[in-house]
């Protein structure tokens, strides 16, 4: 949500994905949360368009699970992929005392601002290069707790916005140092295109990959899975063949070789979501998934099919 101290009215600026256009959200400004009274498509002038981002979503292709490392953590295989479910970032010069101001609007991800990834990018650059104060305007539109690393994407957008409204001078490295600090799967989002990852999402290797001749329907039910409980019954293993080479394959065959092995011990515990999965292929999916640790599912299709998901967060376009 974007704010200013004088108006009546607060705007929350939001990107319309099939326009590729921004359009304006009031919002009540008695709560500061997003109330959808009416959505104006306009053509509007920034003095500085660096000052304002669209932090997107992404899914995992398939996520292998292959050992688990000395430190703790796990390796994994998976292939990341961007969609257009996107948050909204602006960031502004402050002419408070504070060093920043936060002020979030939309969907209510829990977390306090310390911990909040915008923040901790924040105070990564902060103790490397001096950021005047500044006001911090954050529309969620992106589900927790789904998988779709929204928190990782708005922490490594906040490290380009910042980098590029402040003139930094920070290096893609340098960027990328900060981002895998921040969290395993934000340096993805620093580039932002389909890549092959390992490590502990880290390690990322680009893939020529298109998905958008696809319909993408995405579900997410209203059940939350820590990665703590994920991960605590899967029995890491090797693939038997490499992501890179299944996505190679006609998408009608994916099903039979590309899996997210956090599916069996959570499908077992959250039979929900497991009929998800099983009515978008009932439906016509060409290949259904989980994706990541959350609870979210999503699946590719030839054209838009007809669904009914009641108070399911449902999300769907072509990719």
């Not at 705007?11 to 921004?22: D, G, L, V, Y």
């Not at 009540?28 to 981002?53: G, H, P, Q, R, W």
């Not at 009515?279 to 054209?303: H, I, P, Q, W």
């Amino acid at each position: 949500m974007y704010l200013s101290k004088n108006e009546t009215i607060h705007r929350a600026i939001i990107t319309n994905s099939e326009r590729n256009k921004p359009n304006i959200l009031f919002v009540d400004t008695s709560t500061c949360f997003a109330s959808y009274f009416k959505v104006f498509y306009v053509s509007l002038s920034f003095k500085n368009e660096d000052m304002i981002c669209f932090p997107n979503a992404k899914i995992n292709l398939g996520l292998n699970i292959v050992s688990k490392r000395e430190d703790g953590y796990h390796n994994i295989e998976t292939i990341f992929y961007p969609i257009g479910l996107k948050d909204a970032l602006e960031v502004l010069e402050s002419e408070n005392q504070e060093a920043y101001t936060l002020f979030s609007s939309g969907i209510d991800v829990g977390a306090n601002s310390e911990n909040n990834l915008v923040i901790k990018a924040l105070n990564m650059m902060r103790a490397e290069k001096e950021i005047p104060n500044i006001d911090i305007h954050l529309l969620k539109k992106i589900p927790s707790g789904a998988g779709l690393g929204g928190g990782s994407a708005d922490g490594a957008f906040m490290l380009k916005l910042l980098n590029d409204t402040f003139s930094l001078g920070f290096s893609y490295n340098q960027l990328h140092q900060f981002a895998v600090k921040l969290g395993a799967d934000c340096a993805f989002f620093l580039k932002n295109r389909p890549a092959f990852a390992t490590g502990i999402g880290d390690q990322l290797e680009d893939v020529d990959l298109s998905l958008e001749q696809y319909y993408m329907v995405l579900v997410k039910p209203p059940l939350f899975v820590s990665t703590q409980e994920a991960y605590a019954h899967v029995v890491p293993q090797k693939p038997k063949m490499l992501l890179k080479e299944i996505v190679k394959m006609p998408i009608q065959e994916w099903r039979n070789y590309m899996h997210n092995d956090f599916e069996t011990s959570i499908f077992k515990k959250h039979p929900a979501i497991a009929e998800i999965k099983q009515t978008l292929y009932n439906k016509g999916a060409l290949y259904a998934s989980m994706s990541g640790s959350g609870t979210s599912v999503y699946g590719f299709f030839e054209e838009k099919p007809k669904l009914n998901f009641p108070n399911y967060f449902v999300w769907n376009n072509y990719l």
